[in-house]
């Protein structure tokens, strides 16, 4: 009876990971240098684990610039 009460408490863990300030709960992922890093549970303590060796990146296309060509004189 008692292995039934201890399984049940650690299904209820509430486990918190710290980073740069903040605390993020399980599942969550962040950046974290240059790698992304997933909270997690190890031996019983908050862990991060990295998931993805790079981070994604998004790159934004650059504006495009409108040619203004003279306006043809009508005579």
Known sequence: MAAVALAATAGAHDCQCRFSGQT?????????????????????????NVVADACPVVVLPKP???AI???PVVR
């Open 24 to 48: 993020y709960q399980q599942g969550d992922t962040v950046c974290m240098r240059g790698k992304v890093a997933q909270c997690g549970m190890y031996l019983n303590n908050s862990s991060w």
């Open 64 to 66: 495009r610039q409108l």
């Open 69 to 71: 060509s003279p306006v």
